[in-house]
């Protein structure tokens, strides 16, 4: 019962949104799988605000402390690159991000709080990518 009562997470306080109140229990729900190692699959439709729980839940773990070692990788479609970037910068201004995608990548000298990539590069790049620590 535990694992599946999200119950109440304040929200990161520089998270510059207002959540709905079913985006608030996603959020909520990711943030405490992610404390306890859980991974998690949000399966709401296109349009619901599933990048905003994401980017609360990376904030509110980087206001902890949790991100100071260990980074965040999200991958995604090329097409939502841009947007995943816009989207960290409106709503989640503290968290550092950079993007891992076309014929300048480099590892060695970047460690942002989130790295975005895609699932080609993933792909390509996966030996280097499981070299690194990554907290999600």
């Given at each position: 019962r535990?694992?599946?009562?999200?119950?109440d997470v304040a929200l990161p306080a520089s998270i510059q949104a207002t959540l709905r109140p079913y985006q608030e229990r996603g959020y909520a729900w990711l943030y405490r799988n992610a404390r306890i190692g859980l991974g998690s699959v949000i399966a709401d439709d296109m349009g619901l605000g599933k990048?905003?729980?994401?980017?609360?839940?990376?904030q509110r773990l980087k206001d902890e402390g949790a991100l100071a070692e260990a980074k965040v990788l999200v991958v995604v479609p090329t097409s939502l690159l841009t947007n995943w970037q816009k989207e960290i910068a409106r709503f989640a201004p503290e968290l550092t991000?950079?993007?891992?995608h076309g014929t300048q990548r480099e590892l060695d000298t970047v460690r942002p709080d989130v790295l975005l990539t895609t699932y080609g590069v993933a792909r390509a790049e996966s030996a280097a990518l499981k070299a690194l620590r990554w907290h999600l």
């Open positions: 535990q694992l599946l009562d999200a119950g990048t905003l729980q994401v980017i609360a839940t990376l991000v950079a993007v891992f």
